[in-house]
């Protein structure tokens, strides 16, 4: 079968949707998750903060393609059958939580411990100091890096075409396979994946000079 180079890319196009929508799905239950994670982090019950760091830790010390295994085909001979879409999605969130709470993590307890003893000595609870002294700071620090983060998502989102999801690298693998094209198409694949993360690479970098959060401590 015969492809014109619009062809190829007007499949890429189309596939560009579904990781599009695979990264923000990811990385806004990701960052709901992370949320939480960060909050029981933080806290001062020491069980909540061990079982928090033992997630973190399984989900960065271990591949993402082995997540995307176990959840799919592991879940599935256990009886659990998910669709690909599904499968790809929760292990892409649990991945982005973890890292998300560990970069929000970093960025709360970045603020000088004599803030939070000011606000103790003011009669702050915990939370009313979290709420009106550190999460404003704490926000400033975690957003470029929370951004840069996003392109570390999208990257990922290719290897859910290895449990079957019809993204832009099973969309490529699956056109080169009808076409053998190698050079065009996965050239045009890369050149996708770079409209896609390269502007919020360059967003990250300026939001990190824009904010200037260590030039201003």
């Not at 007007?10 to 998750?33: D, K």
């Not at 799919?72 to 929760?90: E, H, K, M, P, V």
């Not at 998300?100 to 000088?112: K, L, T």
């Amino acid at each position: 079968m015969d492809f014109t180079l619009w062809d190829i890319l007007g499949h890429l196009l189309r596939a560009m949707r579904w990781t599009l929508a695979l990264s923000i799905i990811a990385f806004v239950g990701g960052g709901l998750v992370g949320a939480l994670l960060t909050w029981w982090r933080t806290s001062q019950i020491k069980a909540l903060q061990l079982l928090v760091r033992g997630y973190v830790e399984l989900f960065q010390g271990t591949p993402l393609l082995m997540q995307l295994f176990l959840i799919f085909f592991g879940l599935s001979a256990l009886g659990i059958n998910l669709s690909a879409w599904t499968a790809a999605t929760i292990a892409l969130t649990l991945f982005t939580s973890a890292f998300v709470c560990d970069i929000w993590r970093g960025s709360i307890e970045a603020i000088p411990a004599g803030q939070w003893q000011a606000a103790r000595v003011l009669g702050m609870s915990r939370l009313q100091t979290l709420r009106h002294v550190v999460l404003g700071q704490a926000v400033r620090i975690a957003i470029a890096p929370t951004v840069g983060f996003s392109v570390q998502v999208i990257k990922g989102t290719a290897l859910a075409s290895v449990i079957g999801f019809t993204e832009l690298t099973r969309t490529a693998t699956m056109l080169n396979n009808a076409a053998f094209m190698p050079f065009t198409i996965f050239g045009l694949l890369a050149l996708c994946y770079f409209c896609l993360c390269y502007p919020l690479s360059r967003y990250a970098r300026y939001l990190e000079k824009r904010l200037d959060v260590h030039g201003s401590r």
